[in-house]
């Protein structure tokens, strides 16, 4: 199996050697051939994916099919918000991407971590619907009091011809998710799927 390392550490005077020692030992063990190495170096793990070039190197690889499985030390080392280890978790099996976390013993190539990341997905879509309702009961309380608030419903978003190029130009080079778009170009998943219609 084809595996990528994922090694971060959030300060300078640190360094990801012992991570990657330990990682490889494993990834021998396991009969994983490690063909990337993608490395943040003094960058906290509270940082969008924007700002951690590593990780967003990972992403892209990951959206390419270049390995079948992340390896990384440990989960704090892939984020520390919520939010984003969700979507990322999403990004992984939206590629149909492994994930292996030593100090958690999750390995998603086994059944008992296949199970475990289903779990997780049930959490995340747990967590969705929770903002789901805040949304609707904010909404309910606004038209409550006569506020007039969100879209008319079943008129869509337009949105300008230079963006839907833009989107359908980042979505050619397969480097990004849906969702990626649509945060990137600050729409909604609904608005790009129709950009790429």
Same mark, same amino acid.
């Given at each position: 199996?084809?595996?990528?390392?994922?090694? *971060?550490?959030?300060?300078?005077?640190?360094?990801?050697?012992?991570?990657?020692?330990?990682?490889?030992? #494993?990834?021998?063990?396991?009969? =994983?051939?490690?063909?990337?190495?993608?490395?943040?170096?003094?960058? /906290?793990? /509270?940082?969008?994916?924007? !700002?951690?070039?590593?990780? @967003?190197?990972?992403?892209?690889?990951?959206?390419?099919?270049?390995?079948?499985?992340?390896?990384?030390?440990?989960?704090?080392?892939?984020?520390?918000?919520?939010?984003?280890?969700?979507?990322?978790?999403? =990004?992984? *099996?939206? &590629?149909? &991407?492994?994930?292996?976390? =030593? %100090?958690?013993?999750? @390995?998603?190539?086994?059944? /008992?971590? %296949?199970?475990?990341?289903?779990?997780?997905?049930?959490?995340?879509?747990?967590?969705?619907?929770?903002? *789901?309702?805040? #949304?609707?009961?904010?909404?309910?309380?606004?038209?409550?009091?006569? &506020?007039?608030?969100?879209?008319?419903?079943? *008129?869509?978003?337009?949105?300008? !011809?230079?963006?839907?190029?833009?989107?359908?130009?980042?979505?050619? !080079?397969?480097?990004? /998710?849906?969702?990626?778009?649509?945060?990137?170009?600050?729409?909604? #998943?609904? &608005?790009?799927?129709?950009?790429?219609?």
């Amino acid at each position: 199996m084809r595996a990528a390392l994922y090694l *971060r550490v959030s300060t300078k005077d640190q360094d990801t050697s012992n991570q990657e020692l330990e990682l490889r030992a #494993v990834a021998a063990r396991l009969g =994983h051939e490690i063909v990337e190495v993608y490395r943040d170096n003094g960058v /906290s793990g /509270s940082r969008g994916r924007e !700002k951690r070039p590593g990780f @967003d190197q990972l992403h892209k690889g990951a959206s390419r099919g270049r390995f079948d499985v992340i390896m990384a030390w440990s989960v704090d080392r892939l984020g520390r918000s919520l939010q984003d280890l969700v979507a990322f978790l999403e =990004h992984l *099996r939206d &590629t149909n &991407t492994g994930l292996y976390l =030593h %100090r958690q013993g999750l @390995d998603t190539t086994t059944s /008992s971590g %296949r199970a475990m990341f289903q779990m997780l997905g049930v959490f995340a879509e747990f967590e969705r619907e929770i903002i *789901r309702e805040r #949304v609707n009961a904010g909404l309910a309380r606004a038209r409550s009091k006569g &506020t007039k608030s969100g879209r008319a419903i079943g *008129r869509p978003i337009e949105v300008d !011809k230079h963006k839907v190029a833009a989107i359908r130009e980042a979505r050619a !080079k397969g480097d990004r /998710s849906l969702r990626e778009l649509a945060k990137h170009f600050d729409v909604g #998943v609904s &608005t790009v799927r129709r950009a790429l219609a």
